[in-house]
Structure formats: C-alpha cells, structure tokens
C-alpha cells in the first residue's frame, strides 16, 4: 500500500503541507508518517526532557491530518536529523518522501544539505515544501471569500438588500459577515455614483463581505442567487491567518 514520509518540524501546521496531504488523500493515498526531531530545550547545561515543542507540534499535526481523511503515525526522534532520516529510509520502504522546512535563511537544515542527501538515499519523489514560521497562537486554514457588489438602493420585501444578505447569512450560521458603504463606484449602467457635494446620489455602492470554509459558502450561495437579482457575486480561495494570543481578553 502506498505510504509517504513526511519530515518536518517547526514548519508543522503550515498550509503547504496540509494542501499536499489532501491532494494525496483525494487520490487515495492516505498513509503517513511523520517524523519531527526532537526541540527539548537545554537548562543549566541539560537537556530538560520533560518539555518538547515538537511532541505538541507532532500531536496537533496528527489530529489536523487526520480530520481530512490521512491515516497518520508520527514519531519524535532525539538524534541529529540528517542521520535519522538516514536510518528511517534504511529501515522502512516510503514511495515518497515530503520534507517541510522554514523558508530560506530561517531554515537549520537547508544549509546542512538535507535535500540534497535525501535524494541520494532514496529511488522516489521527494518534494520540498517551505512553511513561513507562525507564533505559537497562529492558525492558518483554507476559506473562501464572497464578495458581494450591489447598490445601496437595492431592496427585498422593503428591506435593504444588503441588510437582507446578512439576516440571511446569520441565519445560515456563517461566521460573519461585513458591509461596507462606498464612496463612489460605477456598474452595469455605467453610471457613477458618488457621496461628493451636490450629486446627492441615492445608490451609493455597497459591498458586502463572507468568509466561511467552501462547503459552507456553497451552501449559502443559492441564497444569494435567489436575492441578488441586479450585482455581482464573486468567489475566491483564499488562506486565512488568525493571530490570538491567549493574554488577550
């Protein structure tokens, strides 16, 4: 059965590699293992084993490959990388190989020739992945945005589209949605719509904001077909990055 390696550490749980695992997981290919050297930080001269950044970055990317599909093993191993990695692919047959590592300069193990000695030791693909480094309260994830262009004056039922749109939205359940007034703006009609001085324009551009993972999106998207009769719709991919650290309230 097919089965690949994946070598990665402080690069864990960036998107890169979790887009890879999912293509392979659609294509069947849903063995994995993962092996992280070991980060145990050095006190008064000594290794203090009882704390690992890389066991919670190991445990955390279990549990993420796995909610797509990804039958996953992982590992954590205490020698130098580049004779572990050495001493895995002696022991074990991967049909592929996909090293993860910090991009360019923030990389230790580029400059070591890990690549480069990977390849020497195995017949299959290998394919390197660069992750950017992200705080430890960082969660990044694929999404899709819904971007919305209608008129201020736009009405359903009497009730301004636009406000229509997020009752709609709130009821579906989706995380959130934002409206957001223009100052001027042009459309099918070609006709400019401005806030400036004496044009008291009453249809002023409005654009309203979702962002939710696809399938949800998908699903409210009928919705808006049936109450978008005159705008535009857009859909777009795109990578989420929150930051929150747990000192803030």
Not at 3 to 31: F, M
Request: hydrophobic fraction near 45%; charged fraction near 25%.
């Amino acid at each position: 059965m097919s089965r690949y390696l994946i070598v990665a550490n402080r690069a864990l749980g960036g998107v890169p590699l979790l887009d890879e695992v999912q293509r392979r997981v659609n294509a069947g290919r849903r063995e994995c293992h993962i092996l992280v050297p070991a980060e145990r930080p050095v006190v008064d001269g000594a290794v203090d084993a009882s704390v690992d950044p890389a066991e919670e970055r190991l445990d955390a990317e279990v549990e993420r490959l796995t909610a797509i599909g990804a039958v996953v093993t992982g590992e954590v191993v205490d020698g130098d990388v580049l004779v572990e990695v050495e001493s895995i692919l002696a022991a074990e047959r991967f049909d592929e190989v996909l090293v993860s590592t910090m991009p360019g300069g923030l990389s230790n193990w580029l400059p070591r020739g890990l690549m480069e000695r990977v390849r020497e030791l195995v017949d299959v693909p290998v394919l390197h992945l660069s992750s950017p480094a992200g705080l430890p309260a960082r969660m990044t994830t694929r999404a899709v945005r819904v971007t919305v262009y209608v008129g201020e004056s736009d009405r359903v039922d009497g009730r301004p589209l636009y406000t229509e749109i997020v009752h709609r939205a709130r009821a579906a359940d989706l995380a959130g949605a934002t409206v957001v007034r223009g100052l001027e703006g042009f459309g099918a009609s070609q006709i400019v719509h401005t806030t400036r001085l004496l044009t008291f324009s009453e249809d002023l551009p409005v654009v309203i904001t979702i962002v939710d993972p696809p399938d949800r999106i998908d699903a409210f998207l009928p919705e808006l077909d049936r109450l978008v009769a005159g705008g535009l719709v857009v859909r777009e991919e795109l990578e989420v990055i929150k930051y929150a650290s747990p000192d803030r309230p």
